[in-house]
């Protein structure tokens, strides 16, 4: 009796369990993985328009452009960009469209964002300091993850020759305002994790202006000017630094230690001139490294001894084996030249269109170039009075001179130009190098250049290749 009830207690046992099994199944199969859907929602793609490197244009106008983009994305995409652009081309060529059709611009996904492009504005923004600067589609996919993170997005400002002396200090006296150089330029150049200038002048009490004179020295005063600029990082490759004697540059680089600022490309003495700064921005390993390449073949003083203050000397193989040290630690690497300037200025203040150009001897071109063969990642001549040309070499930027920031000569055109490049860097990646152009008049306060005086600038620039 007892075997007889455990038995029937097993079948209704068994299918009860069979029936809630079956339920369950039947359940599942009406709404198949509903964790998947559940995941499943719209998330924005950003586009950018961008343009060959040396595009004189800055703005996004497609009533004025032919407009690519690339066959790769996602045909939901495409189909939303040619909503807003029926003209689109769809195409795999856009390194070469963008190279040979100078008018024409693409849109490409943040990821395909390179240097080797111009970025351009959009609704009077910069994308990479505005999201309002990208066009917006919307995608469904499985999983939310951002597509692009702002907040390592890192910023280096890198500027030309700084000399606040002569006549610029007596601007700057009769001012009263000690920062007055940077007064119209000083927002734009703080705004980054790193500001470089390239100070070529030491600090001297009671310094007096002498007009005409190519022996330099700035009050201590002045440095009001690198601090509303927000300046954190200065090279010494420049060759005046020792114009009043070791005295004053000693002092002067003890004051920037003071203040915080990081400098390169010279120092205290020889060990001190030839260490390469290194740098974390924004997760991004930067080295810098700065040469004095004139004073090196001058064998002048200015170059740093074993006891006494100044620049680092120049010889290729110093170079190559920097670089190949800097690669040890460092994601990207940036190379200054203290290089020979262009002294043959006409008498008249028109462009002078020689300038413009690298130097053809001593051999710019091959100097510069010699330090992307060995591995550097952004070339940078911050000798040059007034801008030169720039490009894309064995796929790496070189800008041959970025011309004057702060400085008093005002006799030409050139000499009142000057470059201020801007370097985005996102995961370890340069993504795009921004020139702000400027000039400076007979006030000799800097201010950005727009419109039609930002296009002349970039045209000599463009022609000068």
């Known amino acids: 009796m007892d075997n007889k009830i455990k038995t029937i207690t097993l079948i209704a046992f068994i299918c009860i369990a069979s029936f809630f099994t079956v339920f369950t199944l039947q359940k599942i199969n009406a709404n198949p993985l509903p964790e998947i859907i559940n995941t499943q929602k719209k ?16 703005n996004f106008l497609p009533e004025k452009q032919k407009v690519y983009t690339l066959s790769k994305y996602t045909q939901d995409e495409i189909n939303q960009l040619k909503n807003l652009y029926p003209n689109i081309i769809i195409t795999n060529e856009i390194d070469n469209i963008l190279d040979t059709e100078t008018k024409s611009v693409a849109l490409v996904k943040i990821d395909d964002l390179s240097y080797k492009y111009k ?85 001297v009490p009671n310094c007096n202006y002498i007009p005409n004179s190519n022996v330099f020295c700035a009050k201590p005063e002045y440095i009001k000017t690198l601090v509303d600029s927000g300046v954190n990082v200065v090279e010494l490759t420049g060759n ?72 680092n000397s120049y010889s290729p193989e110093k170079v190559k084996g920097d670089i190949l040290e800097a690669r040890k630690r460092a994601d990207l690497i940036i190379v200054d030249f203290q290089f020979q300037e262009c002294y043959a200025y006409p008498k008249t203040s028109a462009a002078y269109i020689p300038c413009y150009k690298p130097l053809a001897d001593p051999d710019q071109v091959k100097t510069f170039r010699d330090a992307i063969d060995d591995g550097a990642d952004i070339v940078v ?85």
């Open 43 to 58: 998330i924005s793609e950003y586009f950018v328009p961008v343009a060959n490197l040396y595009s004189v244009e800055d």
């Open 119 to 203: 970025l351009l504005y959009f609704n009077s923004k910069y994308f990479l300091d505005d999201v309002g600067g990208a066009i917006t589609t919307n995608v469904t996919s499985l999983n939310s993850v951002p597509t692009f993170d702002f907040s390592k997005i890192g910023k280096i400002n890198q500027t030309g020759v700084t000399a606040i002396t002569r006549g610029l200090a007596y601007k700057t006296d009769i001012s009263g305002d000690f920062g007055y150089p940077a007064k119209n330029i000083s927002d734009l150049l703080k705004n980054a994790d790193i500001v470089h200038v390239s100070n070529e002048v030491s600090f």
């Open 381 to 465: 001549g911050t000798q040059a009075h007034q801008p030169q040309t720039y490009e894309i070499y064995n796929g790496k930027l070189i800008f041959y001179g970025l011309g004057n920031l702060f400085f008093d000569q005002t006799p030409w055109v050139g000499t009142r130009q000057g470059l201020i490049l801007t370097h985005y860097i996102y995961n370890g990646k340069l993504i795009q190098t921004k020139i702000t152009t400027t000039y400076y008049d007979n006030n000799m306060q800097t201010y950005i250049t727009n419109g039609d005086q930002r296009k002349f600038l970039l045209s000599l620039l463009k022609n000068a290749r």
């Open 240 to 311: 005046h630094n020792n114009d009043y004697g070791y005295k004053y540059n000693t002092q002067t680089l003890q004051k920037y230690a003071e203040l915080g600022i990081k400098y390169f490309g010279g120092g205290l003495n020889t060990t001190d001139s030839q260490k390469i700064l290194y740098e974390n921005v924004k997760g991004t390993r930067v080295a810098f490294l700065g040469y004095n390449y004139y004073d090196t073949m001058q064998k002048t003083s200015e170059i740093a001894g074993p006891n006494t203050p100044g620049s």
